[in-house]
Each structure stands twice: as C-alpha cells, then as structure tokens.
C-alpha cells in the first residue's frame, strides 16, 4: 500500500536539509520496498510569494490527507515587515493546530563523537538522553485575546494570554507519562507555578493524570531553574513535560548540549500517532543557498516519522546507526566541526548517511 509524504521544504536552508533527508528515506523507500510516495508543497515565506498566505489552502489539502509531513523550515528577513499574521511563523503555526498536532517531542541525544563540539565540559553532557515534550498546539502561543491596544491615557500596550483547558494539559500529560514508562520512569513537568495561575493550573492536573502512573516517578520543577538544571547537570532529566512557550526555549537550550542545534529532530503528533517532521532548528537565513547546513536533525526527524508514523523501529534504527557511522567516519559540517575532521557541505552530509546505509545493506 502507498503511503503519502507531503513533503514541505519552507525557507532559507530548508530546501537544502529536506533534499538531503529526502536521499535516505528514497534510499530505503527502494532499498526495504516502503512504498513512500513523496508530494511537495509550499508553506511559510515561500507560500506567500505564491499565495499570498503562508498556510494556502492548496496546503491544507496536500497535507490534511497525507499520511505524514516533512517540514524545513520556515522565516527569513524577506518577510520580517509583514503583518503578524502574514509571517512564515504563522504558517507553521497553523499547520500545527488544523491538524491538532499537540504532542512536540524532542529528543537531545548526545552522539559520543560530539562531545567535543559541546560547549560544555564532557563529563556533563556524555551519556546524554532526554526528551522533552512540549505541548504544541495551546497555551501563549495561541491563546486570546491578543495584539496591540490603546490604553485610556493613550499609550499603547501589547498582550498575549497564557490559558491551558484542563482537557489540553490532561492529553499531553498522557502523552509524556507513556513515553516515561517505555524509557527510564521518571517525568519532571516544568511551569512556573509560583507566579503564573495557568502553569499553577498545569501543575495540578498533571499530578492528577500522574496518580494514572504510579510506575513513572513524577517530579515538578519551576522552569528558571529547569534552564539552569539544565546546563549544571542535564543528565538528571529523562523526560521533561512543559508548555508551548517553555517547551520552545528550554528545546533550544538543550539542543546546545548535543553539539548544535543542526543534531535535534522533532515529531509533532496527534491523537490517532499522524505527525510532522521537522528539526527543531529555524531557515538560517544567514547561511541559506551555501549548502553548509547540517542535514542531520532533519534526516534524524525522518527517522522519527519513520519510527511513530509508521511503526518501523528496523527502518528508524537503519537512519539513526547510518548517522552514527557517517559521524564515525569523522565527516562533520561546519556547525559540528572540531580539529582533525573532514569539514563537508550539507549535500556531502547527506551522501556520506546514504553510504553509511549501503554500507550495512
Ligand atoms: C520551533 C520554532 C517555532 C516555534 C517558530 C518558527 C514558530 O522556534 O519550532 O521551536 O516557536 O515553535
Ligand atoms: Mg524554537
């Protein structure tokens, strides 16, 4: 049976990544018969020059029957003066909540072979293996009312509301228990429950959903001190449950663990386990059309989609052995990069995964 990948590259570096996780997922889609079906579309910046919106409908309709999607990225400075509402950003976001994609899962492993390219001392980040679960589809991110208003004295003031329905943090807490209970059993869920009555909320219901769980051993911590946990000693977390907004920044922080942010995929899932792609990283307007962009968190995210989307651990694992070996062959791009390695593009990246995969076929 075909199965339809929507295959959405968006801006900047995004084209030059998705080519490359594209080469090992035809790889295997020829090599273990998998019957992928690939059909591109547009989204973000690259949707607008087109459409006129970042999330056209043409999109909707490739991407609502498709039974996963990978995603580049989205942004750029070409698009920076528009409306709020008009943004890249926006393009993703909505592509998240038209297909209630709530529960984000981002995995920062640490490969031994980068310990040196982490900004931090070996012995803390070595052996590192931590999820986050960030919830992708509520809390500030999407909350109302919203915007810019003019005060009764005549100044002006921006807003955004931070709400959570028990219903939403109930469903992510479930999520973020069942993967617990097939890793190491321990949750940390992170909120600022001190201050904010919504993360208060949040903190309430999942140790609810946690009584659910007597196996899973359920902590909470405040989310400053959840970012200085975890640059002092990361190697305490295996499961951190968090909001949409803490998710995105506590992401980026541990992603700095694992060498670069160019190392850390992403699935965003729904109830039913149909999901996106995509590395947690941005478009790197920067560095976009140098094919120097590391490929690897977006080849990692196919072997996610593989892994939850289609319940393949062999095809998955094939992925994530290949990125090992290639990295054991010492290629590194330049994000990764330490002395005595083979400095590489992004498309020689992606070569040396698909030769890593011939190499055990
Ligand atoms: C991420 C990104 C997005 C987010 C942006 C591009 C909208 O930073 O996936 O982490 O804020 O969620
Ligand atoms: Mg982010």
Same mark, same amino acid.
């Given at each position: 049976?075909?199965?339809?990948?929507?295959?959405?590259?968006?801006?900047?570096? %995004?084209?030059?990544?998705?080519?490359?996780?594209?080469?090992?997922?035809?790889?295997?889609?020829?090599?273990?018969?998998?019957?992928?079906?690939?059909?591109?579309?547009?989204?973000?910046?690259?949707?607008? @020059?087109?459409?006129?919106?970042?999330?056209?409908?043409?999109?909707?309709?490739?991407?609502?029957?498709?039974?996963?999607?990978?995603?580049?990225?989205?942004?750029?400075?070409?698009?920076?003066?528009?409306?709020?509402?008009?943004?890249?950003?926006?393009?993703?976001?909505?592509?998240?909540?038209?297909?209630?994609?709530?529960?984000?899962?981002?995995?920062?492993?640490?490969?031994?072979?980068?310990?040196?390219?982490?900004?931090?001392?070996?012995?803390?980040?070595?052996?590192?293996?931590?999820?986050?679960?960030?919830?992708?589809?509520?809390?500030?991110?999407?909350?109302?009312?919203? %915007?810019?208003? +003019? #005060?009764?004295?005549? &100044?002006?003031?921006?807003?955004?509301?931070?709400?959570?329905?028990?219903? &939403?943090?109930?469903?992510?807490?479930?999520?973020?228990?069942?993967?617990?209970?097939?890793?190491?059993?321990?949750?940390?869920?992170?909120?600022?429950?001190?201050?904010?009555?919504?993360?208060?909320?949040?903190?309430?219901?999942?140790?609810? +959903?946690?009584?659910?769980?007597? @196996?899973?051993?359920?902590?909470?911590?405040?989310?400053?001190?959840?970012?200085?946990?975890?640059?002092?000693?990361?190697?305490?977390?295996?499961?951190? #449950?968090?909001?949409?907004?803490?998710? @995105?920044?506590? !992401?980026?922080?541990?992603?700095?663990?694992?060498?670069?942010?160019?190392?850390?995929? !992403?699935?965003?899932?729904?109830?039913?386990?149909?999901?996106?792609?995509?590395?947690?990283?941005?478009?790197?307007?920067?560095?976009?059309?140098?094919?120097?962009?590391?490929?690897?968190?977006?080849?990692?995210?196919?072997?996610?989609?593989?892994?939850?989307?289609?319940?393949?651990?062999?095809?998955?694992?094939?992925?994530?052995?290949?990125?090992?070996?290639?990295?054991?062959?010492?290629?590194?791009?330049?994000?990764?990069?330490?002395?005595?390695?083979?400095?590489?593009?992004?498309?020689?990246?992606?070569?040396?995964?698909?030769?890593?995969?011939?190499?055990?076929?």
């Amino acid at each position: 049976m075909t199965k339809k990948i929507a295959v959405l590259a968006g801006d900047g570096i %995004g084209t030059e990544i998705v080519a490359e996780a594209i080469k090992v997922l035809e790889f295997l889609n020829a090599d273990m018969a998998l019957g992928f079906e690939f059909e591109n579309g547009l989204i973000g910046g690259a949707a607008y @020059d087109v459409h006129g919106t970042p999330f056209p409908q043409q999109t909707i309709d490739l991407v609502t029957p498709a039974d996963a999607i990978l995603l580049g990225a989205v942004g750029g400075y070409k698009w920076e003066s528009l409306d709020i509402s008009m943004r890249p950003e926006k393009g993703l976001l909505g592509l998240r909540s038209t297909l209630n994609l709530f529960s984000n899962l981002r995995p920062a492993i640490l490969y031994p072979q980068l310990a040196a390219a982490s900004t931090l001392k070996p012995e803390i980040v070595s052996g590192l293996d931590l999820m986050i679960v960030r919830e992708l589809t509520g809390g500030i991110y999407f909350g109302q009312p919203r %915007g810019v208003r +003019v #005060l009764e004295n005549g &100044e002006r003031q921006g807003f955004n509301t931070a709400t959570y329905t028990e219903s &939403e943090i109930r469903r992510i807490a479930h999520s973020a228990f069942k993967i617990a209970q097939k890793r190491n059993k321990k949750l940390c869920s992170v909120d600022k429950a001190n201050v904010l009555e919504c993360t208060e909320f949040w903190r309430e219901i999942v140790t609810e +959903v946690g009584k659910e769980y007597p @196996d899973v051993a359920l902590s909470h911590m405040y989310v400053d001190n959840a970012a200085m946990q975890l640059v002092r000693a990361p190697k305490q977390f295996d499961v951190i #449950l968090t909001s949409n907004l803490f998710g @995105d920044v506590l !992401s980026d922080c541990a992603s700095m663990l694992t060498g670069s942010i160019g190392m850390l995929p !992403s699935a965003s899932l729904n109830e039913t386990g149909k999901g996106m792609y995509e590395p947690i990283h941005g478009s790197a307007p920067d560095i976009a059309g140098k094919n120097i962009a590391n490929p690897l968190a977006t080849i990692l995210s196919a072997a996610m989609m593989l892994r939850y989307t289609f319940n393949n651990e062999a095809a998955a694992a094939r992925i994530e052995q290949a990125v090992n070996d290639a990295l054991d062959a010492n290629v590194r791009t330049v994000d990764i990069y330490s002395e005595g390695m083979t400095k590489v593009s992004c498309s020689e990246m992606g070569d040396a995964v698909v030769t890593a995969l011939k190499n055990r076929s």
